[in-house]
């Protein structure tokens, strides 16, 4: 099931959207002489599930970074709903309704999965200090804990609901990270890879995650370097290489993209590779395997270091 | 031959003596500190000196009357925890460490310079601020009270009621915030305070209102102790009372309500009978150990307290309160 438009959005980078959450222009980020990211002009539809992809280097998680205030970029602006969002701090970011995750899941392990949930519940009179000892903050914490439960049921985390969100096994941790982030009613959530490090079996479930969110009317963007991953559940995709758009559309219509194909496999993708019964390249293939390793050979006489 | 009874009396008598008090307050600090927040501050002992050093000076140079001059002592360690915060709460916890551990140096050789004798007493340090306290007394200041053996002298009961009374408020405290959301915000930046921003927490903010908590209880613990000993001396303010706190903090358990007070008692219990243990039996004639000389005492019970922190962490990493399933999860 994919939303439906209007209109038809052209598939170019930096395509103008009829209801755009986000939009960025002009933003770079450089790492010493490398420019991470270097992108002019994007926008985010709201409602959708926007897959951000590309070959690893590709900047996307220093988008993210710098979307979210993580990181602080050379030069750009970029806005949420129309307010400015460039220059805030993470947790203004936060507070304003774009929420993220992490590649490497951040479940905090020495409290609870319960704990991690309730956390997460925004404008708590208890987090105030004057609050904690004088307020009453318990009616919220109810409030809280009840919202937080009816997540952890949603996502298959209830029965764990008690124990220290350490012992969780990575995919759990996936899912609890996501649950989080709804505890904050967020506008946009932003993960970082969901996929990463999750066994097979738990990846459908997680897609159907994602995908609830936007039947909840979120807008989701979501990194992933895995295109097979991505055709099922996004709305649209936005592909990256060496920090630049350089394509976006439908994901049936990418992978058709040569451009796409190219910055994916390199020059020699369109071959297929032939090899005998004891495995051993031959024809066209074994000719392709000489020549790699005469380069290697040469790199090695030259004494370049193979392992950067 | 070794006199069990007065080993033990004296032990019980450090167990809940000043010294078990004032470093179970520089504890309870740095609980809120390295226990629930993660914040590594190894210059717990300046916040002691701030306090102390601000009561005695605000009494004795600007003449205030002793109540103000424990409001300024404690006043001193909000802006000192202010003054380390700052600069280094944004940048990674070793930064904290640092600044924090030199700023306690720095204080400790300002207070002892003789540049400052007029002010602070330089190396003969301050005395007389505390008589009012001492007035306050319900005991015979000069008396003995024995309790079955154990015998404390009025004025230092009258502290040591005093000194239980603040450890006990400051445990209420400390209990009322960390079952509280905003010691749940704590306990989190303890684990991963990037986490803690993506969550839309002011992580600064949190650090820097624990740091000021955990000062404050230092100050506090300056202060108490400062009017039980009735003196001030600059070199008492040393490094390594920073780890002795540690330590105590470590034996009792971090991150536990209780664990700072239970580690110190116990600390200066041990502390106490080794100490009578060895200088007993290293006395006399015909000693019971001949090889350890009576001089070596002092030195060798810190290495016995050093062994038996070792064994500890072997068998109990977690402390005496800890959650052994807490520590393992670090070994994964």
């Given at each position: 099931?994919?939303v439906?438009?209007?209109?038809e959005v ?6 103008r959207?009829?209801?755009?959450v ?8 450089s790492?010493?002489g490398?420019?991470?990211?270097d992108?002019?002009?994007l926008e985010?539809?709201?409602g959708?599930?926007?897959g ?6 590709a900047?996307k998680t220093?988008l993210f ?7 602080r970029?050379?030069?750009g602006?970029?806005?949420f ?7 805030l701090?993470?947790?203004?970011v936060?507070r304003r309704?774009v ?8 479940a905090?392990?020495?409290?609870t999965v319960?704990?991690n ?11 105030r200090?004057?609050?904690?000892l004088i307020?009453s903050?318990g009616?919220?914490e109810?409030?809280n804990?009840?919202?937080a439960?009816?997540l952890?049921?949603?996502?298959q985390?209830?029965?764990k ?5 350490g ?7 996936k899912?609890l990270?996501m649950?989080?982030a709804?505890m904050m009613?967020?506008?946009v959530?932003?993960?970082?890879e969901p996929?990463?490090?999750v066994?097979?079996?738990l990846t459908?479930?997680l897609l159907?995650?994602?995908k609830s969110?936007?039947d ?7 990194v992933?370097h ?9 709305d649209?995709?936005?592909?990256m290489?060496?920090?630049?758009v ?5 994901s049936?219509?990418?992978s058709?993209?040569r451009?796409?194909?190219?910055a994916?496999?390199?020059s ?7 090899f ?10 074994a000719?392709l395997?000489?020549e790699i390793e005469s380069?290697?050979e040469?790199?090695i006489?030259?004494g370049q270091?193979?392992?950067? | 031959m070794i006199?069990f009874?007065?080993?033990?009396a004296?032990g ?6 000043p010294?078990?008090?004032f470093f179970a307050?520089l504890?309870i ?7 629930y927040c993660?914040l590594?501050?190894f210059?717990?002992?300046g ?7 601000g009561?005695g000076?605000?009494v004795?140079n600007?003449?205030?009357p002793?109540w ?8 001193a360690?909000?802006?000192?925890a202010?003054?380390l ?7 990674r916890a070793d930064y ?13 050789l300002?207070t ?8 602070s007493?330089?190396t003969?340090?301050l005395?007389?601020y ?12 000069g008396r003995?009270?024995d ?7 009025g004025?230092d009961l009258?502290?040591i009621?005093v000194?239980w ?9 400390v209990f009322?915030?960390?079952r509280?959301p905003?010691g749940?915000?704590l306990?989190?930046?303890r684990e ?7 969550l839309?927490?002011n992580?600064?903010?949190y650090k820097?209102q624990?740091l000021?908590?955990?000062?404050v209880f230092g100050?506090?613990?300056?202060i108490?102790f ?7 001396t600059p070199?008492?303010y040393?490094?390594?009372q920073?780890?002795?706190a ?20 116990i ?5 106490s009978i ?6 007993q039996?290293t ?7 001949s090889?350890i000389?009576n001089q070596d005492?002092?030195?060798i019970?810190?290495?016995?307290v050093g062994v038996?922190l070792a064994?500890?962490?072997a ?7 800890g959650k052994?399933?807490?520590v393992l999860?670090?070994?994964r």
């Open positions: 099931m994919r439906e438009l209007p209109v052209p598939a170019q980078p930096g395509a959207k009829p209801d755009p986000l939009v960025i222009d002009s933003i770079t980020r790492f010493g490398v420019r991470a990211v992108v002019a002009h985010f539809q709201r959708w599930i926007t951000l992809i590309g070959p690893n280097g900047g220093t970074n710098l979307l979210t205030g993580f990181d970029p050379d030069t602006r970029w806005t709903d129309g307010m400015p969002l460039s220059r701090a993470p947790h203004q936060a309704g929420v993220r995750t992490f590649q490497l899941t951040k905090l392990a020495k409290l319960l704990d949930m309730r956390l997460a519940a925004p404008k708590q009179t208890g987090e200090f004057i609050g904690a307020g903050w009616r919220q109810q409030a804990t009840c919202k439960m009816e952890l049921t949603r996502f985390l209830d029965a609901a008690h124990d220290l969100a012992c969780l096994s990575g995919g759990q941790r899912l990270e649950a989080r709804l009613d967020p506008t959530v932003m993960l970082d996929m990463a490090g066994n097979p079996a459908e479930s159907q995650h994602v969110l936007r909840d009317g979120m807008t989701v963007v979501f992933e895995d295109m097979d991953v991505i055709r099922d559940i996004s649209w995709v936005v592909v290489a060496q920090g630049r350089i394509a976006e559309g439908r049936e219509a990418l058709a993209n451009a796409v194909v190219d994916y496999l390199g020699h993708h369109d071959q297929a590779l032939e005998d019964a004891d495995g051993n390249p031959v024809g066209q293939t000719m395997v000489a380069e290697l040469a790199a006489e030259r270091d193979l392992s950067a | 006199d009874a007065s080993l033990l004296n019980i008598a450090a167990l809940v003596g010294s078990a008090i307050l504890a600090g740095l609980n809120v500190h390295f226990g993660g590594l501050n210059g717990q002992i916040f002691a000196l701030v306090g102390g050093y009561m000076i605000a004795l600007f003449g205030l002793l103000a001059g424990v409001l300024v002592g404690i006043v360690g909000v802006v000192l202010l003054l915060g700052i600069p280094t709460l944004r940048l904290l460490a640092i600044v924090t551990i030199a700023a306690a140096e720095i204080l400790r300002i002892r310079s003789t540049s400052m004798t007029d002010f007493g330089g003969q340090g005395t007389g505390g008589g009012s306290f001492r007035q306050l007394s319900p005991f015979d200041n003995f009270y309790f079955y053996g154990v015998r404390f002298l004025q009258w502290a009621c000194g009374a603040v450890v006990g408020l400051s445990l209420i405290l009322l915030l960390v509280s905003w749940r915000v306990k989190a930046i991963d305070e990037d986490a803690v921003r993506a839309g927490k992580v600064f903010s820097m624990a000021v908590l955990g000062g100050a506090v613990g300056g108490v400062a009017l039980t000993t009735q003196s001030l070199d008492f040393s490094p390594p920073t780890f002795f540690y330590a105590a903090l470590i034996i009792g358990g971090a991150g536990r309500v209780f664990g700072p007070v239970i580690g110190s008692m600390f200066w219990f041990v502390l080794t100490d009578n243990f060895l200088r039996a006395a006399g004639s015909n000693p019971l150990i090889f000389d005492v002092g030195a019970r810190f290495v016995l038996a064994v500890l962490m068998f109990r990493p977690q402390g005496i309160f052994r399933s807490e999860l670090d070994a």
